[in-house]
């Protein structure tokens, strides 16, 4: 999965902390599957920049200083 990959790869670098993928994966996939049905999301971002916005709330979390 590319996204696994990419995750590992920024772990490596340091770009990120050591975080479960099992988890990570089966929360974005929950995520990915409510922006494609629609629920209670009320955005102009595109599919790909909501993507974006996901990993980051997932990595890096919600609120930022």
């Known amino acids: 999965d590319k996204t696994l990959f ?3 790869q920024a772990k490596a670098e340091g770009a990120v902390k050591e975080i ?3 988890l990570f994966s089966k929360i974005y ?3 990915i599957e409510e922006i494609i ?3 209670d999301i009320d955005t102009n ?11 980051d709330m997932l990595l890096f979390g919600i609120c930022k200083s």
């Open 29 to 31: 996939a929950s995520v």
């Open 45 to 55: 971002l595109t599919f790909r920049q909501q993507q974006e916005q996901i990993v």
């Open 20 to 22: 479960d993928n099992h």
């Open 37 to 39: 049905l629609g629920n």
């Open 6 to 8: 990419v995750l590992d």
